[in-house]
């Protein structure tokens, strides 16, 4: 009868721990689900400004800023890279980090220009700032939500333990608030 109760407890562990370790990955995969279309929403602000910068170089030969389209080209272009950083490892913190930094980076090169007196290049920047501004956070808001639920998820208890044991790391909110302004 011992040997009954035992094994009983050993399946209830068992399928407890199965069940557990495939809630922790499906909530896993929805977190990296999630930042993909956010990933994909960064690009395609991106893929759209640089477009518009090669535009007006291209067409403006007049205008005395071409260093700094220049510079916020090169601004793009190391976002684009740590957004390809990001979406090799896409839980990890500090290549989310960099992305928010290299994100700002790109911000202020984009109000810099709209202090320079230009109306040729003003249209465009104040355009591709104002979807950065509504697109992003927006598309933020499910990966929140997906990092929550995951976060959660690894804090509960008797979960917790596994969690730790398989070394899954939580994941991280990216703020944007910092370039709300």
Request: charged share 20%.
């Amino acid at each position: 009868m011992d040997v009954l109760i035992f094994g009983v407890l050993m399946a209830i562990a068992l399928f407890w721990a199965v069940g557990a370790h495939n809630r922790l990955v499906r909530l896993r995969a929805e977190v990296i689900r999630q930042w993909g279309s956010v990933d994909a929403v960064w690009l395609r602000l991106l893929v759209r400004l640089q477009g518009g910068i090669a535009a007006r170089q291209s067409l403006v030969t007049s205008f005395d800023g071409d260093g700094e389209l220049q510079a916020l080209q090169s601004a793009c272009d190391e976002l684009m890279e740590a957004l390809l950083q990001a979406r090799l490892q896409p839980l990890a913190a500090e290549g989310q980090k960099q992305v928010l930094a290299l994100h700002q980076k790109v911000v202020l090169e984009i109000r810099a220009l709209l202090q320079k007196d230009n109306e040729a290049v003003k249209p465009d920047l104040e355009i591709a700032l104002s979807r950065m501004r509504q697109t992003l956070p927006a598309a933020l808001i499910p990966y929140h939500v997906a990092v929550a639920s995951y976060n959660e998820a690894l804090t509960m208890q008797p979960a917790a333990w596994l969690a730790r044991r398989l070394g899954l790391q939580p994941a991280t909110k990216m703020d944007l608030s910092v370039n709300a302004s």
